[in-house]
């Protein structure tokens, strides 16, 4: 999230926008849904109200800020679990929120995939007892969760721990995390190549049984490693950053770089040096950027309206460019078109 910068474009999107989603609330224990400190009070209050005056839903993500296996220990105990949705639903009513999302991702990134057997089943029964409390009031229910590749429970099956087939029937959305293909840690590559995101698409559509409620999660983002250094660099030298299509041009024009296109992948890179110093040290930095840039992001979105998927979530609001909209624009004037014509046939 870029709160100012999403502020700024809020009333020119607001008509292609159907929710959105605050991204500074966690889960920090049974009973705690903790606001981050970080995230600047007046523009965040102003961004919620504001969206709310045009009519947009808002569904505030709720992350897993729980240390490793404590969420599985909670939702594995009933009485715990119990009072973890009840945390929630009081959360939903006290923020008058639309609904709720859940990015609970410690499962698979920090508990460890010989936990997933255990914690699968306690996570349906979760995500079904909190969707009935939602419902209930009138609000909705969505998760935002790791790709699987297939309906099985191998090594080559995804993050079947979140069990897709299971929850699908019982949530309003479900928001594929289908980027961050490279990470920080890792090596310097693709954020979300195209026959990567082919097999989430194949994967999720066979394991949810409704497509309709899928959302494809769309990078609107790259990131910038560094993978050289000479000399000594000072404290305050940047490490691995993100760019976002917003950004990447105008760091493209002060580096001179000369961005290649990887067909394969449909993501672009380059590479530059750059040197930082203070009174005492210096270095060189050689770095490498790979992003999706706005057209990669039209095909991406266009790959989810030729799977029948019920939309895509753009990571982040306030990343964006205007190309990045007009690529929007391009795809749902075709979909008009399309179902313009099928009416008249």
Known sequence: WAVDAALDELDARADVIHELSPFWYAATGVGSISRDENAPQEATEEFVSRARELEIPMVASILDATEAGEMAAILAD??????HVDAIVEFAADGDWSGVDLDYEQFAFADGRDTWAATRPNWVAFVTELADRLHADGRTITVSIPPVYDAGQTNDSGYWVYDYGAITPVVDHVR????????????????????????IIAGTTEASGDVSKLLLGVPLYGRNWVVATTGECP???????????????ELIARRGATPEFDAATGEWSFSYEAEFSDDTTSCTQRRQVYYVDDDGVQRRIQRAVDADFGGVALFAFGYDDQEVWSGIDTVNATLAAASTAASTG
């Open 176 to 199: 594929i995390m289908a980027y961050d293909y490279s990470v920080a840690s890792s090596e310097p590559g693709p954020i979300a190549p195209l026959d990567w995101v082919d097999r």
């Open 78 to 83: 009933p009485d715990q679990r119990a009072a």
């Open 235 to 249: 404290e305050n030298a940047p490490g691995v950053e993100n760019v976002t299509n917003r950004t990447v041009d």
